[in-house]
């Protein structure tokens, strides 16, 4: 097998945009100061705005100075990583200008990666472009951020036109939230620790939730937002990912192909929620006016300027129909305008099967482990502990969270999420970005699901900005006898 070697030059598209400004140069700036890229590594931006090399590097550096920690912006150092930054105005729908383009990435300085942040609507002419100027060789890896389509006929026209120029084991999809360090420590917590993986299965775990929630509303994202909502913008990618990663079998290796065979075979195992029972294992929402934080706010139609079916938010009971999670919910919900911003996994574990306190007045509580990804990088197991005390009115026993998370490495810095993957870009490992099979297995489901709600003419219910959700959303879990974690 050969050996991949590290990209010389890195093609940034779209790098005059918000998420190259939050994300991209600051995460590039980061490796860089710690001294992880390649010593001869070369970063092309390019965007249609008109730039020289002097104002992009004058842009580039106030948004260092905008995200990242004043300590960390050492003079020489920012001095290094602007010096590795070339600009070049293209507007990528005229191929003619991918020549110039070339001409200063320079073909010949291999591998090439390329990171496409740009409309999908340009992705087809980008790729042509790229592949008739020489920059699609053998040596080139393309790295797509979402979105990659809007149902599942448009994620194929996309990755037919990526196929095109670059096969799949030089195509890197992908979804940000597999960079975050509690999701790849999710990884290590079952497939490294002998305590949980033989419980990690329907007979002790009684359900699983998600939970996506955003206090934000549009945020400058009016017409992709509206033309997208919760389902796809959120459930597709994120939280299927999640999902996927939390229900997975044990991959013989931890390498690409194994871990993302395993998770296809999860997402290819999820029940279909669609006609028949869309209406009771879904739950869509649209938020109103309210109050987030103290703070009045508007809804969703204000906002937006007009009238609209938009869903804000999504609760959904899903099955994965396989031996292992027979029979166990995994309840997924996601939402704008909700009380607090949170990213977090539950996984309840069944009750003991007899308590031998329950006649000293105790009441035991189920296991529960939390996983949270944000605001802050936590994995807390909730155990039964016994009260101090004489006990002469009774045995008292108290839920006590045991912390795993980020105390035992308060020395090393947190890396954003892009950190880790522009660094598997430039290095090409594929293993933390999305298959196509991985994909359209998501779009799939997707696609069931809304064709389910259109099936039954639902339309959003209405909640109040700065709350969980509708009222429908609680009785999806209650009627189980399960209570959202909020």
């Keep these: 097998m050969a050996t991949i070697q590290p990209a010389q030059s890195l093609l940034l598209f779209g790098a005059t945009g918000d998420l190259a400004r939050r994300m991209l140069l600051p ?19 390019t965007a249609r705005s008109a730039h020289d090399d002097a104002s992009f590097r004058a842009m580039a550096e106030a948004a260092l100075r905008q995200v990242v920690e004043a300590e960390r912006l050492k003079p020489e150092l920012v001095a290094r990583f602007l010096g590795r930054l070339r600009y070049v105005t293209l507007d990528a729908s005229d191929p003619a200008q991918f020549n110039a383009l070339a001409a200063v990435v320079d073909p010949a300085r ?36 979402k979105p990659l389509g809007s149902d599942l006929a448009s994620s194929r026209d996309i990755n037919d036109a990526v196929a095109e120029a670059f096969p799949e084991s030089r195509t890197f999809r992908i979804d940000h939230y597999l960079g975050k360090e509690t999701v790849q420590n999710l990884l290590a917590l079952r497939f490294g620790n002998l305590l949980l993986e033989p419980l990690w ?3 002790y775990i009684e359900h699983i939730q998600l939970t996506v929630s955003e206090t934000v509303g549009l945020e400058g994202r009016i017409d992709y937002f509206d033309g ?24 013989a290796q931890f390498d690409a192909s194994a871990v993302r065979s395993e998770k296809v ?33 508007s809804g969703y139609v204000e906002e937006l300027g007009r009238a609209s079916d938009t869903e804000t938010f999504v609760a959904i009971k899903a099955h994965v129909d396989n031996w292992r999670w027979k029979g166990v919910p995994f309840y997924m919900r996601t939402g704008k305008r909700m009380p607090s911003r949170q990213s977090e996994i539950l996984i309840q574990f069944r009750a003991v099967p007899h308590s031998i306190f329950a006649d000293r007045g105790a009441v035991v509580q189920p296991n529960k482990l939390v996983i949270r990804l944000q605001p802050e990088e936590t ?3 909730l155990m039964m502990t016994k009260q101090p005390g004489l006990d002469r009115d009774g045995v008292r026993l108290r839920e006590v969270p045991l912390d795993l998370g980020t105390s ?76 959202w974690r909020d």
Excluded: C
């Design 27 to 45: 995460s590039l700036f980061g490796l860089d100061a710690d001294g992880l890229l390649p010593k001869g590594l070369r970063i092309v931006a």
């Design 110 to 145: 291999q591998p090439v990666a390329i990171f496409l942040s740009t409309a999908p609507s340009l992705f087809r002419a980008t790729i042509a472009g790229l592949a008739a100027s020489g920059l699609a060789g053998e040596n080139a890896r393309l790295a797509l951020e």
């Design 201 to 203: 299965n329907a007979q």
């Design 228 to 251: 997208t909502g919760s389902l796809r913008d959120m459930v597709q990618n994120h939280m299927l990912q999640l999902l996927a990663l939390v229900a997975m079998e044990p991959p």
């Design 265 to 297: 075979k999860v997402l290819r195992s999820l029940r279909r929620i669609g006609r028949d029972n869309a209406a009771t294992h879904s739950v869509i929402g649209q938020y109103r006016p309210g109050a987030v934080a103290g703070m009045p706010v």
């Design 379 to 381: 994995i807390r197991l």
């Design 408 to 483: 035992a490495f308060a020395d090393i810095r947190r890396r954003i999420a892009y950190e880790r993957l522009l660094l598997d870009l430039v290095e090409g490992d594929p293993t933390l970005f999305v298959r196509r099979d991985e994909v359209e297995a998501q779009w799939e489901w997707i696609d069931a699901i809304r064709q389910g709600w259109a099936a039954n003419a639902m339309t959003p219910r209405p909640y109040a900005a700065g709350t969980w959700g509708p009222s429908a959303a609680i009785a999806l879990t209650e009627r189980d006898g399960v209570t």
